[in-house]
């Protein structure tokens, strides 16, 4: 028990001067001294400088999984990405001091970018799974904008779609990559140029959620849904002649 209080109290130590002073301002007798150990009892928890920094960069900087999590199945895109994109907003927001030293370090020392980066992966990996089931339960149209020509999906030789789908699938994750950039943008420059970004800063997820979804003409409901609830046209379920016209229907005569 003592050890495993003794590791976090380091590694809260270290992420708290490696965001005041940066990997080379973070040495070991400033974290064992903010840590309230000494610097034999670092190096025997961590072994070195570099594990200890890149250990607490990833224990600090790393995205919750359940509050980031996304359905397996989309339901209700507007709430569901609205609930992710706050909290991995509030992640980033959470993160800012360490994630901006880590990109003053990142060229003498790159090594230390995987260390924040996982996490932002890990979300991003999550994003892309439901971007594809929104289309493929039709709440995005595969085949995009039929006013841009764009035909159907194609097969390719073994299998795999190729064509206008493909295209589009590229058009919906590019989307959110530019959903993901703006979060990350938020969260970056929001104090620095407050301008910039909507006010109040608590609605600006779901402004860039539903920016999102417009861009890439998400419906309410997947289109299956809406064709199986449309009203049905009595002229649509009359019988029809040969040529496929509606036959007209007999009138009835009065008694």
Same mark, same amino acid.
């Given at each position: ?21 940066g990997f080379r301002g973070a040495t070991t007798r400033r974290i064992a001294e903010a ?15 570099? =594990?200890?920094?890149?250990? #607490? !960069?990833? &224990? ?8 980031? +999590? %996304?359905?397996?199945? $989309? ?54 799974r439901y971007l594809v089931r929104l289309v493929e339960l ?38 959110? =990559?530019?959903?993901?950039? #703006? !979060?990350? &943008? ?8 407050? +301008? %910039?970004?909507?006010? $109040? ?55």
């Amino acid at each position: 028990m003592e050890n495993r209080e003794n590791r976090c109290r380091i590694l809260d130590a270290a992420a708290r001067v490696y965001a005041m002073l940066g990997f080379r301002g973070a040495t070991t007798r400033r974290i064992a001294e903010a840590a309230g150990v000494n610097e034999v009892t670092l190096f025997r928890t961590f072994g070195s400088k570099e =594990a200890l920094i890149a250990e #607490a !960069l990833r &224990s600090h900087t790393g995205t919750g999984a359940e509050a980031l +999590a %996304l359905p397996a199945d $989309p339901v209700d895109p507007v709430r569901e990405l609205e609930t992710w994109a706050a909290a991995h907003l509030a992640e980033l927001r959470a993160s800012r001091s360490l994630i901006r030293q880590v990109m003053s370090d990142v060229e003498e020392r790159p090594e230390v970018a995987p260390c924040v980066s996982s996490g932002w992966c890990a979300a991003d990996g999550a994003l892309r799974r439901y971007l594809v089931r929104l289309v493929e339960l039709g709440f995005v149209d595969a085949e995009g904008d039929p006013g841009r020509g764009a035909g159907g999906a194609r097969r390719g030789a073994r299998g795999g779609v190729t064509g206008p789908a493909l295209v589009r699938y590229d058009e919906v994750f590019a989307g959110g =990559a530019m959903l993901m950039a #703006a !979060l990350f &943008s938020d969260a970056m420059g929001r104090d620095m140029m407050p +301008a %910039l970004f909507p006010e $109040p800063a608590d609605r600006a997820p779901a402004l860039y959620v539903r920016l999102f979804l417009r861009s890439v003409g998400c419906r309410d409901a997947p289109a299956r849904a809406r064709a199986t609830d449309a009203p049905r046209d009595p002229e649509h379920d009359a019988p029809q002649t040969g040529d496929g016209r509606p036959r007209p229907r007999a009138r009835r005569r009065a008694s």
